[in-house]
């Protein structure tokens, strides 16, 4: 089963989780766009997940059947958790405050733009194997370094034939973008091989 951010690794936490959510959907499920309905089953399966837990630790009746018990009981309400928290997040009603009386992820609505970069990366052609160019892409300010330069997610590239590169964009064919440092640029198949290919590219941020 995925795992959620939200929800607690271990059992002991997860007990504490899901009779939080029922005592905090006991206050108004409506509040938080969950119908009455759903909080009586979740109490119920929250509770039993509790007592099965409590049993499965507890000397006088700890075991395997005990363990199985709470086992299923945990994939119950785990499954409801995954059904009524992206009701309650998406309500349009809820508060962070009551995410956070949930326990629940408070997202980031605050959009923070990337800087743009302020260099074009260091292109080396690292072999030709006829018409495909293979080309490495390194960051300007740190030639050593094989990652891309922070903040940035993507290159764009272009090449060009003829003796000297064209100063007009309209004389640069698109290649395509990569996310990647490595990457082939294929030339067309009737391009001459003694022709000169010029290559550039520019980095773009993640915005």
Not at 17 to 40: I, R
Request: hydrophobic letters at 35%; one cysteine or more; charged letters at 15%.
């Amino acid at each position: 089963m995925p795992s959620s951010t939200y929800l607690p690794r271990t059992d002991a936490k997860l007990r504490n989780f899901v009779l939080n959510m029922s005592a905090q959907l006991a206050k108004g499920p409506e509040l938080v766009g969950v119908s009455e309905a759903d909080a009586q089953q979740f109490d119920t399966l929250a509770t039993a997940y509790a007592t099965a837990y409590d049993q499965s630790q507890a000397q006088e009746t700890r075991g395997p059947s005990a363990t199985a018990k709470k086992n299923d009981c945990r994939g119950a309400v785990v499954a409801m958790v995954r059904r009524l928290v992206p009701k309650i997040q998406s309500f349009i009603g809820t508060t962070n405050q009551q995410r956070t009386d949930f326990l629940l992820t408070i997202r980031d609505t605050h959009y923070t733009p990337q800087p743009v970069p302020t260099t074009a990366p260091t292109l080396t052609v690292t072999g030709v194997l006829g018409n495909t160019i293979s080309v490495a892409l390194q960051d300007a300010d740190d030639l050593h370094r094989r990652a891309k330069p922070a903040h940035v997610k993507s290159a764009t590239l272009f090449w060009a034939l003829g003796d000297t590169p064209p100063n007009d964009p309209s004389g640069w064919t698109f290649e395509g973008t990569t996310t990647t440092t490595t990457t082939q640029i294929v030339i067309p198949p009737h391009v001459a091989g003694a022709t000169s290919v010029w290559l550039t590219a520019f980095w773009a941020n993640s915005n």
